[in-house]
């Protein structure tokens, strides 16, 4: 196990958050230990979990 640098602030009351070494992993939370908890599942989600071989996609606009 690595340690990151989590990046934070407040923003509508919401804790909000991501990796300074992977910026693309991002998440918020009501405290600064669930930001923490959500982090860290979404980074496995990102970088430990498989992608199942039957995944859908689907366009969406941002």
Same mark, same amino acid.
């Given at each position: ?14 804790? @909000? ?10 998440? +918020? ?7 923490? @908890? ?5 980074? /496995?989600?990102?970088? @430990? ?6 995944? +859908?996609?689907?366009? /969406?606009?941002?």
């Amino acid at each position: 196990m690595r340690n990151h640098t989590l990046i934070y602030w407040k923003d509508d009351g919401w804790y @909000v958050g991501k990796l300074l070494e992977n910026p693309e992993i991002m998440t +918020q939370g009501e405290t600064l230990e669930e930001l923490e @908890v959500n982090i860290k599942d979404a980074y /496995i989600m990102m970088y @430990v979990d498989d992608v199942p071989s039957d995944y +859908q996609t689907k366009e /969406i606009a941002l």
